[in-house]
């Protein structure tokens, strides 16, 4: 059936949020109108706040706001600022221009200009300053390029105007900033510059105000005073708490963006039509999700709104580096015309999200794939006329030009990106569930999520898996394997994402439960719960004993050839699992008395794990993830002052043939060896 006009143009509004888009970065040009998804998040807020106290307004407000959007790329703040730029334009009828007074609506739409300045009503002069990227400057060809010393002017000219001022920025510009100039008497006694020191003295809270409003030194200015507010936007995972991913899936997979293709005659053959069934199924969605969030545990990173955004389009509108400048609907309906449903089961969401980088369903290696294709092109000559379709839809696998595979957020589904290491397939699977997705079992259709495409290709790999056993001309039996392991890549995956597996998936779910239980205060835990606390601060310190010459003893390294231990070593060196404050969504910390800590990620939890049952070596544990904690340990011996406690202390020194002791008790020292 030829290809008409009627198509979904949603999905080409989803392609413009891809990396590659151009809704991919939030430039000022797209403030002016609603984004094509958005929802509300606690980030909304702060939005609220801003908008009724950054303006002088109708009743005269006469105490500033600056406040500081803190985060890594991607992570929402340029939508936060389009967002209020949008209110105060709708709302509070102000004019919002870059610094050579161009209308943001006037901009070109990859344009960004380092500030935006406000002004309320007809007003000649601005009471607000917004700087969307402080990581960059404003003349990025000047031959001294720094965005620390911009920002300084910008806090500086802020508060010389006695102006609102809303900065987006990445910690790392505030910290050099702060590091380069706070031994500067010319500048560290500034104000301006010790809300900056302030800021980055108060770590990383997520949320704070510093002190109480300041006075503008007392010239004529906008506002009289400034209260400074700041938040950091990094801790927040999308997967969790507020479910913000689930509510942007929800938003694209709504009935009214997909009403166009309930009529449409390739709807059944239609990976994204089917993918958006697979979506707002509760329990596939479920375990999308689930997926994810085992992806920013893994990785230690969570996964920011631009990442997001793309994962969508990509699972409900494809790449688009397969369209050219066509349409989604086309390469859809060319598809399903000729028979090249391998290409439409490529676009499928479990092989976008767990096998993204494999050509047709083949292997990624080179090696391997060269291997398969020239087997698939050996039953290809010698199919006979009396296997059309099957024969059409190998001859687009043998010619081998596969969608792309080049799919974009690269982290997660590069060649050795996370979901790469989440891929199930890598280990070994239960013996039934291969039972359950072999291509000659009775697969369960799951309520319509096993779609036409995936009945189609089952057909075409049982009419040449038959054509093979009974034809006389090929006996390669590698075609068998090849045809086995080709059926499995799509086969199983579907299978794994239906059923919510993944590699590792006990091990990061349990981590994920620990990262909750840990940002709960202690006294509203159950005793469950602290059992669970208490046994991983135990699988910790067994861990950090591995270095111990008697691994049954608490004992801290100082050296290559001195340990300490005794008593005071296991009572006051004891590590705890806290809740970390920079990355409490993906990670948690090792603290120790006196106030040392170290990062616990997922991977030391996987090998603890290991190791605490018993299936690992102590030998094989890599010693480079106990480093941090080590190092910790040994900075909280020296704050507690070990040389000078009078019992319960000894010193271990280990010498080529011989272990002397120097043990402490009653204020004496007792040397022994052994």
């Not at 993944?502 to 990061?508: D, H, I, V």
């Amino acid at each position: 059936m030829p290809y008409t006009e009627s198509k979904n143009d949603f999905l080409l509004e989803l392609l413009a949020l891809q990396q590659d888009g151009r809704h991919a970065i939030s430039a000022p040009t797209n403030w002016t109108f609603k984004p094509l998804l958005e929802v509300e998040t606690e980030i909304d807020e702060f939005i609220n706040d801003l908008e009724g106290t950054i303006l002088v307004g109708s009743n005269g407000n006469s105490t500033a706001r600056w406040h500081f959007f803190i985060g890594s790329p991607g992570n929402g703040k340029s939508a936060a600022i389009g967002k209020l730029c949008r209110k105060l334009i709708d709302e509070k009828g102000c004019q919002v221009r870059d610094e050579n007074d161009t209308q943001i609506s006037e901009l070109s739409p990859m344009e960004i200009p380092y500030a935006l300045n406000i002004f309320e009503y007809d007003n000649s002069y601005v009471t607000v300053q917004i700087v969307q990227d402080a990581s960059v400057v404003r003349n990025p060809f000047s031959s001294n390029v720094n965005p620390a010393n911009e920002l300084l002017l910008t806090l500086k000219n802020a508060w010389t105007k006695g102006i609102s001022l809303i900065v987006c920025t990445n910690r790392g510009v505030l910290e050099k900033a702060h590091r380069d100039f706070h031994t500067d008497i010319n500048i560290n006694t500034k104000p301006w510059f010790k809300i900056l020191a302030a800021i980055i003295t108060d770590g990383t809270a997520n949320q704070g105000t510093i002190g109480d409003p300041r006075d503008f030194n007392g010239h004529r200015t906008a506002f009289r005073e400034v209260k400074i507010s700041y938040c950091h936007m990094d801790n927040r995972s999308l997967l969790s708490e507020e479910r913000t991913f689930e509510r942007l899936i929800q938003k694209a997979t709504s009935a009214e963006r997909w009403g166009s293709c309930d009529s449409c005659v390739y709807k059944e053959n239609c990976p994204f039509f089917q993918n958006r069934k697979w979506l707002v199924h509760d329990m596939a969605r479920t375990n999308v999700l689930r997926i994810l969030r085992r992806a920013e545990v893994l990785s230690g990173q969570v996964i920011v709104f631009r990442e997001a955004l793309a994962i969508i389009s990509l699972i409900l509108a494809g790449c688009p580096k397969d369209y050219k400048n066509g349409h989604p609907c086309k390469w859809v309906s060319e598809a399903v015309a000729c028979n090249n449903v391998f290409a439409l089961g490529a676009r499928r969401i479990y092989m976008c999200l767990l096998a993204s980088d494999s050509p047709y369903g083949l292997e990624p290696t080179a090696s391997i794939h060269n291997i398969q294709l020239d087997k698939l092109h050996q039953l290809y000559d010698v199919i006979g006329a009396n296997m059309l379709e099957s024969r059409a839809a190998l001859k687009h696998v043998v010619e081998s030009k596969p969608p792309s595979t080049d799919v974009g957020v690269t982290r997660l589904f590069g060649p050795i990106g996370v979901m790469a290491s989440l891929d199930p397939c890598r280990e070994a699977l239960p013996s039934d569930f291969y039972d359950r997705w072999d291509v000659d079992s009775q697969i369960r259709l799951d309520e319509g999520l096993f779609s036409s495409i995936e009945l189609t290709c089952v057909k075409t790999w049982q009419e040449l898996e038959s054509y093979l056993e009974h034809t006389s001309e090929i006996t390669s039996p590698e075609i068998h394997w090849v045809l086995k392991r080709w059926s499995s890549n799509y086969l199983l995956r579907f299978g794994t994402l239906i059923e919510g597996r993944s590699a590792w998936s006990k091990e990061l779910d349990a981590f994920d439960e620990l990262l909750t239980l840990a940002a709960t205060s202690p006294e509203n835990r159950t005793l469950d719960q602290k059992r669970s606390i208490r046994q991983l601060d135990t699988q910790i310190e067994s861990l950090l004993n591995m270095t111990s010459y008697q691994q049954n003893e608490s004992a801290v390294q100082l050296s290559e050839t001195v340990m300490l231990s005794g008593r005071w070593v296991s009572e006051k060196l004891k590590p705890k699992s806290a809740v970390n404050k920079e990355s409490g969504s993906v990670s948690l910390t090792v603290e120790f008395d006196g106030g040392e800590q170290a990062v616990l990620g997922s991977l030391m939890y996987l090998w603890l794990t290991r190791r605490s049952d018993g299936k690992l070596d102590a030998r094989c544990f890599p010693r480079e993830l106990l480093s941090g904690a080590k190092d910790a340990r040994v900075r909280a011996a020296s704050k507690g002052k070990y040389a000078f406690e009078s019992n319960d202390i000894e010193l271990v020194v280990i010498g080529n043939d011989e272990i002397f002791r120097l043990t402490r008790f009653d204020g004496e020292v007792d040397v022994s060896h052994d």
